[in-house]
């Protein structure tokens, strides 16, 4: 199948029946996958949630956030690694940084892998700047911990147009 370009994408909130298509790209995408658990957990809590898919279905990604005071806290954003390179991940930044003005969140927050440079690369093109380190926050190879790297993005300063750039 050819990678569908994020354009054509369409939106809409998970639920728990996605969870077993959410953890075969969430298995695919990551050395340490979250949990069955941890989806049910976010749904239960009522964080933010939205699948991307393309126009016959197919899951492209989701992300998950939890809303705080005047803040957003991305928790999980995930692109299947079949369609990763397509712009998907900027145009879910993109619906996030939409869901925090409705939501008058000022700012949105997050921790990625110190090793993950592509990531890190996207996020600073999107506008998120790196401010502080968190040691040992994620599992890694080994019974090792991996720091990351805690980014952040003023809501206020993040343009329409950023929002729907995707590549």
Known sequence: MTPQRASAARF???TPQDIDAVLRIEQAAYEF???RGNFIDSLSAGHATQLMCH???KLLGYFVAMSGVEEMHLLNLTVAPDVQGCGHGRHLLGTLVQRCRSEAAHSLWLEVRRSNQRAQ???EQFGFRASGLRKGYYPAAQGRREDAVVMSLQIASTSLRACNEVE
Do not use: E, H, L
């Open 12 to 14: 809409r909130a998970m």
């Open 33 to 35: 996958p979250w949990s």
């Open 55 to 57: 126009a016959q279905g």
């Open 121 to 123: 690369s996207i996020y």
